[in-house]
């Protein structure tokens, strides 16, 4: 059988193999761009320095390294490497393994099981793991593009550690990239910006760009091709973007904090980062009017206006032009003074209502409509706010038993300044009124 490591010519009677597997490295101290993983202070080299490898879980995007560190990490420790995907394999076909590693195990012999896409078995073939890596039958490493908090078990978290590994940095490509002339013995056939193309048609996916070079490489051309004439050739990679998973959620978590932050260029590159990753601009427009409400309420009336004018925009006028309705109101989302006091002023009379339970309103604001009511002492006492000095009579509106509750505290910067002073204006007025209301 052939070295998997072995990056020398192809054998005649075999098919050439891809430039990814001929160039996959030979040692830990040749992967490259995961330093935070694999440097002499960072948690694979301490375990391997300290000879007390665990089960572990390589969560990271395509293309980074997964596969490959654990196929060096079975060489590095002489354990066996037994690789299944998720994707195939099924309930016998794990018995089948887990009982190979035990007659292995009872030869001498550990395994390191590599389960690739370990996130797409459920939570009983999970939990199927468990055992076995507890009596030291298997050392798991699993790999997922996933975030593990929402797909792994809390057991199997539990037992085994989380490495994140990044995707490659255009230094890292070019590494590769020149990795990969030497592997054919010649340069590539690009001028400079052609050559920055190429990796960043790639998307920090080192896999994929071996696989764009080994296109460029088998091209027959004279001279060095342009970035137009390498565009026109090549396909760029479509961006990671995946609606219903991690990347959503970091991508729109990037576009609200960047309108809070009040950063207009930030906002509008999520913004289209999402729209080119094929996001759903009503998601967008249901994200940007939640905005208005949240981070910029009464500090601007305005933004939520304009965010649901911008929503029926493109619900009339649909791609592109509708598009460019949104674009506009996070700009006017970003550049709009912010407060949160609205929602806070909400949350914490949410809070009070859930603690006071039923008290009832004073009797004083209860309309009487009956006699009995009347009688009751419903209405009793009322103080017409129109008849009152100023429109304002200064009465108590909260329950009897109940303390005022000051929910609502504008902040100083936009349309809630002048908020602000009217709360400050009444609040004056209900001080003196009930300073100089008669006791009974």
């Given at each position: ?5 072995d990056?020398?010519?192809?054998s005649?009677t ?7 597997d001929?160039?996959r ?6 992967v ?19 000879g ?5 879980i ?18 590095e ?25 035990k ?180 998601f ?87 006699r ?41 910067r ?27």
């Amino acid at each position: 059988m052939p070295d998997l490591f072995d990056t020398g010519s192809d054998s005649p009677t075999t098919a050439p193999r891809p430039m990814a597997d001929r160039l996959r490295p030979r040692s830990l101290g040749e992967v490259i761009g995961q330093e935070q993983v694999l440097g002499p202070d960072a948690p694979l080299g301490i375990m391997l320095a300290s000879g007390s490898l665990s089960s572990l879980i390589l969560w990271g995007p395509p293309g980074v390294g997964k596969t490959t560190i654990a196929r060096l990490l079975a060489r590095e420790t002489d354990l066996h490497f037994e690789q299944i995907s998720a994707i195939f394999t099924g309930v016998p076909e794990l018995r089948k393994v887990f009982e190979s590693a035990k007659l292995r195990r009872r030869n001498g012999k550990g395994t390191l099981l590599f389960v690739d896409e370990i996130h797409r078995f459920n939570k009983a073939q999970q939990d199927g793991f468990l055992p076995h890596m507890e009596d030291g039958t298997i050392l798991l490493v699993g790999a997922t593009t996933e975030n593990p908090s929402f797909e792994l078990n809390a057991a199997l978290l539990s037992r085994a550690q989380v490495l994140v590994l990044n995707r490659l940095t255009l230094a890292d490509l070019e590494r590769l990239a020149q990795r990969a002339e030497h592997e054919l013995g010649r340069a590539l056939p690009l001028d400079g910006p052609a050559r920055e193309a190429l990796l960043e048609m790639a998307d920090g996916d080192g896999r994929a760009l071996l696989n764009l070079i080994e296109q460029v490489a088998a091209w027959k051309v004279g001279g060095k091709l342009g970035t137009e004439a390498l565009t026109t050739r090549l396909m760029k990679r479509a961006a990671k973007y995946d609606k219903s998973g991690d990347e959503h959620y970091n991508l729109i978590s990037a576009l609200h904090k960047s309108v809070r932050g009040s950063d207009p260029d930030a906002a509008l590159y999520w913004f289209s980062r999402m729209l080119t990753g094929g996001e759903d601009p009503r998601f967008l427009a249901r994200r940007l009017t939640r905005m208005a409400v949240e981070d910029i309420g009464l500090a601007d009336p305005q933004a939520q206006t304009i965010c649901l004018h911008a929503w029926e925009t493109y619900e009339r006028l649909g791609s592109p032009e509708g598009e460019l309705a949104l674009a506009q109101a996070v700009t006017y989302l970003a550049l709009a003074p912010k407060s949160n006091a609205g929602y806070v002023a909400f949350k914490a009379a949410m809070d009070a209502a859930r603690k006071t339970g039923s008290e009832p309103p004073p009797k004083h604001i209860l309309n009487a409509p009956t006699r009995l009511m009347e009688q009751q002492g419903y209405g009793a006492g009322y103080a017409y706010d129109h008849d009152a000095q100023d429109g304002f009579s200064g009465q108590n509106y909260f329950p009897e038993t109940m303390k005022r509750g000051v929910y609502y505290q504008p902040v100083d910067r936009g349309f809630e300044r002048e908020l602000k002073k009217r709360v400050d204006f009444f609040a004056g007025l209900r001080s003196k009124r009930q300073s100089t209301k008669p006791r009974n």
